[in-house]
């Protein structure tokens, strides 16, 4: 190998609004692949803390001989500017980036960037090996480098036919304590074949849906379990695309015996794709949580946003979940084209409508190579260019980065007061409806601080404070067995 020793470095540097709640799955993957051949490696995630200086001091540490960036689309000139500082500090280190921002804009990260020398499109289990294994970088495919003072992209990389093949993570190459939750992430599948016109995710993974066996995802659900993880989420927004293999999943997690275990689908699943069936059979071997990207109440506005699905079944889901017991939590997305205040309000009533336990409401952004970044392009309605708002702008704030005819900078920016108001409203009856469990001292504890616990300031430390976030870990499992119990 040529070589042998690598530092990861996931870059998000500045703490999210969520706080550092999971260890980095995808840098994870490339850890399992390089140890096949031998290879040390290392994370450094700026998530929890991790300042550039640490980080030279760190690399100073451990000399690797490799250094590879994950970097999002977000805040990706502080991204720039960290790489730029470590190779002035050690100009002979080679660095390679990958992740989302990468996939999506290709040749021209390198261009921005002069201190970067390599960058990995989409799937690089497989790139990186060869790679390191010194194969001349512009036979690689999946691979971008430089070339008498261009920017050469080797071409698209075929996908593996069999994503079994692909090793799970072992280890993470950084202490598992570090981060706030004791949950791991569980990726069943790759690629997304939906065309959503705002998300930015088959640009990055890819529209090709490979999923991974039944055998496969136990096997390593299994393996933490043996070492004492009992929280899982799974991270695909397709996890229950075909019904039937989301079943085998399900019945290979009981016929091992893996009790007392929680799962989530926290980042969302199709509503299209699930029915009353395979959410009891989900419910019964320990998913207790799941999300919706409903995007709009209203169906003309997800039309509008090719979500492939009509409020009807997205109803039909929410209702399915509610009556098994399920923590629901709903996203919906403000500022989609067309959509008018109205509209808007049609969201909320669905948001209103049904004993969830929480509601998302992001400002629209449209990230580069999107159809919406076209649209808003092409009709010249950025308030803010996408340069500064993907460095300093999040689907969090209250502040949009683009208005419509139908649906003005200070229209948008005024809903979003009453839409806050709306999430503390859903949370506080949520959150009594968890301690009404308790009896009267669930009650009591609800009417001392349930204001507290909706406020942003604890919301925020509930999601950036490693001791009051596994508090609120171990409360939530508390109150979901008792549901169980009650039930």
């Known amino acids: 190998m040529k070589y042998k020793r690598i530092l990861f470095i996931r870059a998000s540097l500045e703490t999210a609004w969520v706080g550092a709640v999971n ?14 051949h031998g290879c040390e490696c290392k994370t450094i995630d700026t998530m929890v803390g991790i300042t550039p200086d640490l980080i030279l001091d760190e690399i100073n540490t451990f000399k690797p001989e490799l250094i590879g960036v994950s970097m999002l689309t977000f805040r990706y000139k502080d ?9 002035e500090g050690f100009s002979n280190l080679p660095i390679i980036v990958g992740g989302a921002h990468v996939s999506t804009m290709r040749e021209m990260v390198l261009k921005e960037c002069n201190y970067i020398d390599y960058g990995f499109v989409r799937d690089s289990e497989e790139s990186i090996v060869e790679f ?16 008498n003072g261009n920017v050469i992209f080797t071409g698209e990389r075929n996908y593996s036919s069999d994503i079994d ?20 992430l569980i990726l069943s599948s790759r690629g997304c074949p939906y065309s959503c016109i705002f998300c930015p995710v088959s640009l990055a993974i890819g529209k090709a849906l490979r999923t991974r066996s039944s055998n496969s995802v136990v096997d390593e659900i299994e393996y933490w379990y043996k070492l004492g993880y009992r ?37 969302g699943i199709r509503a299209d794709r699930v ?3 395979v959410l009891q059979i989900m419910q019964e071997v320990g998913f207790v949580y799941v999300s919706y990207g409903v995007e709009s109440g209203n169906d003309g506005i997800l039309k509008r946003l090719k979500k492939g699905e009509t409020l009807e079944q997205i109803e039909n889901a929410i209702k399915a979940s509610i009556e098994l ?8 997305v403000i500022g989609s084209p067309g959509e008018t205040l109205q509209d808007v309000e049609d969201s909320i009533e669905v948001a209103l409508k049904y004993p969830i336990l929480d509601v998302r409401f992001y400002n629209l952004i449209p990230y580069p190579g999107t159809e ?11 308030v803010r260019k996408p340069e500064e708002y993907l460095n300093d702008s999040s689907g969090f704030s209250e502040y949009p980065v683009f208005e419509t005819p139908e649906f003005t900078y200070q229209q948008r920016v005024d809903i979003f007061k009453k839409l806050n108001d709306i999430t503390k409203t859903i949370r506080k009856k949520a959150i009594k409806r968890k301690f009404s469990k308790l009896g009267n001292i669930g009650l009591l504890i609800y009417y001392l601080f349930g204001n507290i616990y909706i406020s942003d300031r604890f919301q925020r430390i509930v999601r950036q404070n490693k001791t009051i976030r596994r508090m609120a870990d171990f409360v939530y499992v508390l109150l979901t067995q008792k549901s169980k119990v009650a039930k």
């Open 23 to 36: 260890p980095p799955i995808g840098i994870a993957y490339l850890i399992a692949a390089l140890k096949e």
């Open 79 to 87: 991204t720039y500017s960290l790489i730029r500082k470590i190779k």
């Open 132 to 147: 390191c294994q010194g194969i001349e970088p512009g036979k690689i495919k999946g691979i971008l480098h430089r070339s």
């Open 165 to 184: 093949s692909i090793k799970w993570p072992r280890e993470y190459g950084i202490e598992l304590e570090r981060y706030l939750s004791k949950e791991l």
């Open 231 to 267: 929280k899982f989420q799974m991270l695909d927004d397709n996890f229950t695309f075909y019904k039937d293999r989301t079943i085998e999943i399900c019945n290979e997690i009981k016929r091992r015996r893996l009790d007392d275990i929680t799962f989530r689908c926290g980042n």
């Open 275 to 277: 029915d009353k069936e």
């Open 325 to 332: 017991g399920y923590d629901v939590t709903l996203f919906f």
């Open 372 to 382: 919406l970044y076209k649209w808003a392009m092409d009709n010249d309605y950025f």
